[in-house]
């Protein structure tokens, strides 16, 4: 490798570039990745597996490259994938419990095929929020069995926040070029908001969802999370696409994929022209008025209108304290309804398990509770969703509320004001584009006094990602203020 070429903070395009002109290999990338691992990982917990077989993988990727084969932009990219995405290999998939620990899965999740197929190289597990934090509320963001508690590099008495956490944290400190998390209520956005990298929440299906551990169909979706959002639209642009594995979704998603992919969205002047709605109630509460977090955003929006956004300030989502509160919005009836019918699902379908339904899981975590940290964290909700009798009349009301409260929200707020885009400061509007299934992209903005970091949230009406990834891209290369942690 030659000495110039500097691995740290590289983008995909940097090391395609360097693929191109012979100053690196996929082989060197992948053995940068380990040595971090080795260096950083006992202290940052942002990994659980590393990928045996990822210096094979490179070799075949290098081998490419080298006969004039090579397939495409991810062709030798070292990807780390949320341990709740299946893998055929010597990986497991445990969703962060020693329950899956001896299960095997039948075959790569569709997003896995799909990044196979374009040469990419599957780097390793990610840690993450144990079952995706639906086990309990007391279960601390970030914290699996397999792994412990997984530390926010930039502040470890901070939490990582949100379930990919480990995804967040790994690409954060270069210990992975690029990742995957999976999102259901923010688990994207909220820890790539704490870990200053890019976090990317696609509409839901867009990308397939088979072969990953579910939480809600409803609501799940999976994202890219990476340090730029040019190396996000990379990974988005490999992952998207009709899947029969997950039909429903996909099929009407696929529709609105447009020719050419979405990097032709990277557009540094996307943000001229296009009308953004500041949404700050309630999501700018969470930062105390005089905090620096507050100026910045101020500073932001001033440059948002410089780059030619329209900037349409102070909107309100009705009902949003409501959308808010997970018990009186139905978010928990839908949600415990849905996680049992989906978790007892996928575990049938496993080839081998020693657990074959939630019930199984809660036996296992009762007797296996010094492993489990169960007496410490407890399994509330795991014990509220086995308790569900599928979607009944009550769980079709709170369904029903949910998307009544996303057309009179998030939906009328959008179409009345006609606008492109929704800007909040930090990542608690995840919660709202999470139980409508829209897209959003979270942006790092700064840091607090701390150094604990922040971002700058877009959110969009469903199929709206090209003009995200032109409003984010605008924004990020306007202000370009993300900083690696060490």
Same mark, same amino acid.
């Given at each position: ?68 084969? /090579? ?19 010597? $990986? ?46 007391? &279960? ?49 956005? +909220? ?7 890019? %976090? ?32 996000? &639209? ?26 050419? %992919?979405? /990097? ?105 509770? $010094? ?65 409508? %299934?829209?897209? %959003? ?15 700058? +949230? ?8 090209? /003009? ?11 202000? /370009? ?6």
């Amino acid at each position: 490798m030659n000495s110039q070429f500097v691995i740290e903070e590289s983008s995909i395009e940097d090391i395609q570039r360097g693929f191109s002109e012979n100053r690196l290999t996929s082989r060197q990338l992948v053995e940068f990745y380990r040595r971090q691992f080795d260096f950083l990982n006992p202290r940052l917990q942002g990994v659980i597996e590393f990928n045996p077989d990822a210096g094979d993988e490179a070799d075949q990727a290098d081998s490419r490259m080298r006969s004039g084969t /090579k397939i495409g932009d991810m062709d030798g990219i070292p990807v780390l994938l949320k341990d709740s995405i299946n893998t055929k290999d010597k $990986l497991k998939t445990t969703a962060g419990s020693y329950a899956l620990f001896e299960a095997e899965v039948g075959g790569d999740a569709t997003v896995v095929e799909k990044l196979r197929e374009a040469g990419a190289v599957i780097l390793g597990k990610a840690s993450m929020s144990e079952w995706s934090q639906f086990r309990s509320g007391k &279960v601390p963001s970030g914290w699996c069995a397999r792994t412990g508690q997984g530390k926010n590099p930039y502040n470890e008495s901070e939490s990582p926040y949100g379930s990919s956490s480990g995804s967040a944290i790994s690409v954060a400190a270069n210990m992975a070029a690029v990742s995957l998390g999976t999102d259901t209520s923010g688990s994207i956005i +909220c820890p790539a908001n704490n870990n200053s990298v890019v %976090g990317f929440k696609p509409t839901v299906g867009l990308t397939s969802r088979a072969g990953i551990i579910p939480v809600s169909p409803r609501q799940d979706s999976v994202g890219p999370i990476c340090r730029t959002v040019s190396d996000a &639209v990379y990974v988005l642009d490999t992952i998207v696409g009709f899947d029969p594995r997950d039909r429903q979704a996909t099929l009407e998603a696929a529709k609105f994929i447009p020719n050419g %992919g979405y /990097k032709q969205f990277l557009n540094k002047n996307g943000l001229a022209g296009k009308r953004l709605g500041v949404v700050r109630n309630p999501f700018s509460a969470s930062y105390i008025p005089e905090s620096i977090v507050r100026s910045d955003f101020e500073d932001h929006l001033k440059t948002l209108r410089e780059k030619g956004a329209i900037v349409v300030d102070n909107m309100e989502i009705e009902n949003v304290d409501l959308i808010m509160d997970w018990n009186a919005c139905g978010s928990d009836t839908a949600l415990l309804a849905e996680f049992k019918i989906s978790i007892n699902e996928y575990l049938r379908e496993l080839p081998t398990s020693p657990v074959r339904s939630l019930s199984d899981i809660i036996a296992f975590n009762k007797k296996h509770y $010094l492993l489990e940290k169960t007496n410490e964290y407890g399994q509330d909700l795991f014990e509220l969703s086995e308790l569900t009798n599928g979607i009944g009349k009550e769980e079709q009301a709170a369904i029903e509320m949910l998307a009544e409260l996303s057309r009179e929200g998030f939906e009328k707020l959008m179409k009345e004001n006609e606008l492109d885009a929704t800007v909040s400061l930090g990542p608690r509007v995840a919660v709202v584009l999470g139980i409508g %299934g829209y897209p %959003g992209i979270i942006v790092p903005a700064g840091y607090e006094e701390d150094g604990t970091p922040f971002g700058i +949230c877009f959110g969009g009406l469903k199929w709206t990602e090209p /003009k995200l990834i032109e409003v984010a891209y605008g924004f990020e290369q306007a202000t /370009k203020l993300r900083r690696p942690p060490f």
